[in-house]
T-cell receptor, first 114, second 111 residues
Framework: EAGVTQFPSHSVIEKGQTVTLRCDPI?????LYWYRRVMGKEIKFLLH????????ESGMPNNRFLAERTGGTYSTLKVQPAELEDSGVYFC????????????FGSGTRLTVV | KQEVTQIPAALSVPEGENLVLNCSFT??????LQWFRQDPGKGLTSLLLIQSSQREQTSGRLNASLDKSSGRSTLYIAASQPGDSATYLCAVSYAGNMLTFGGGTRLMVKP
């Protein structure tokens, strides 16, 4: 079984540019989550999809972040325009069920905004 | 505010030692608690999941305990090995869904 795949693994962009991160969850996992860890801080929840619907987006920091999951398969997280404080590692996770644990995390995308 | 704290932030031990990592949480109304391991440049690997009704879980040399009333969990690693070197993360789920993470403990086991 393939794991959760994130692309790219690293991205360096200039302030003001746009970046799109992609996550391919495990096939059949309806639940998809985005988290991020900024330097020196804990991993923080961003949002949760159930299939193509946003179940909880309470962790999204501001309207420069847009997440989509068209068709309920892969998801993208777009940052536009990127700011310096957006630098960090963005993790995606998927699970078959809600609440029971069983999360599988991707390796993350390390985003550096310069 | 729901917060998760891990102590110590970093730990270095010689191979073979038994060790304890600590996790505390401010809101005891948790749904479950998980311990994860993260290797550099890798994703998070789930080690143990403890439901709110459980007191402990064991997997091999790992044992995790949960005391909801005091807001604490410990991860016990027996007979540590260099391959155990990694960052260990504690995460709690309050609504049975999103995870609230601690800052992690960076463990180094020296041969």
């Amino acid at each position: 079984e393939a794991g959760v795949t994130q692309f790219p693994s690293h991205s360096v962009i200039e302030k003001g540019q746009t970046v799109t991160l992609r996550c391919d969850p495990i096939s059949g996992h309806d639940n998809l989550y985005w988290y991020r860890r900024v330097m020196g801080k804990e991993i923080k929840f961003l949002l949760h999809f159930v299939k193509e619907s946003k179940q909880d987006e309470s962790g999204m920091p501001n309207n420069r972040f847009l997440a989509e999951r068209t068709g309920g398969t892969y998801s993208t997280l777009k940052v536009q325009p990127a700011e310096l404080e957006d630098s960090g590692v963005y993790f995606c996770a998927s699970s078959l069920y809600m609440g029971g644990g069983g999360y599988t995390f991707g390796s993350g995308t390390r985003l550096t905004v310069v | 505010k729901q917060e998760v704290t891990q102590i110590p932030a970093a730990l270095s031990v010689p191979e073979g030692e038994n060790l304890v990592l600590n996790c505390s949480f401010t809101d005891s109304a948790i749904y479950n608690l998980q311990w994860f391991r993260q290797d550099p440049g890798k994703g998070l690997t789930s080690l143990l999941l403890i439901q709110s009704s459980q007191r402990e879980q064991t997997s091999g040399r790992l044992n995790a305990s949960l005391d909801k009333s005091s807001g604490r969990s410990t991860l016990y690693i027996a007979a540590s090995q260099p391959g155990d070197s990694a960052t260990y993360l504690c995460a709690v789920s309050y609504a049975g869904n999103m995870l609230t993470f601690g800052g992690g403990t960076r463990l180094m086991v020296k041969p």
